[in-house]
């Protein structure tokens, strides 16, 4: 309708590990030799408008970190995906 949006989304992320603390038994490695996490995302919207530039959001999503060789333990190795729930006010540029 003129107010109500729905949508999807897909897509990927590459992330390079630039900083990096470790603690307790794992080992510690440089960060120049962790390896680059990949990941893969989806998501579902609805938007209504109040006006033709601002409006209310919601947007549940899902992402999946795939598994690295050679990489240190972290929450993604652990839990791979990751379910999220973003909520908000979004202002649209014509």
Request: charged letters at 15%; hydrophobic letters at 40%.
């Amino acid at each position: 309708t003129k107010r109500f949006d729905l949508y999807i989304s897909a897509g990927g992320t590459m992330e390079i590990c630039i900083a990096a603390k470790y603690g307790g038994n794992y080992p510690i490695k440089s960060v120049k030799k962790i390896p680059l996490q990949f990941s893969i995302n989806a998501a579902a919207g609805a938007q209504y408008l109040f006006t033709s530039h601002f409006g209310l959001f919601i947007e549940p999503g899902v992402s999946y970190f795939f598994k690295r060789d050679n990489a240190p333990f972290t929450i993604r190795s652990k839990h791979p995906t990751n379910f999220n729930l973003n909520i908000g006010f979004r202002f649209n540029i014509h």
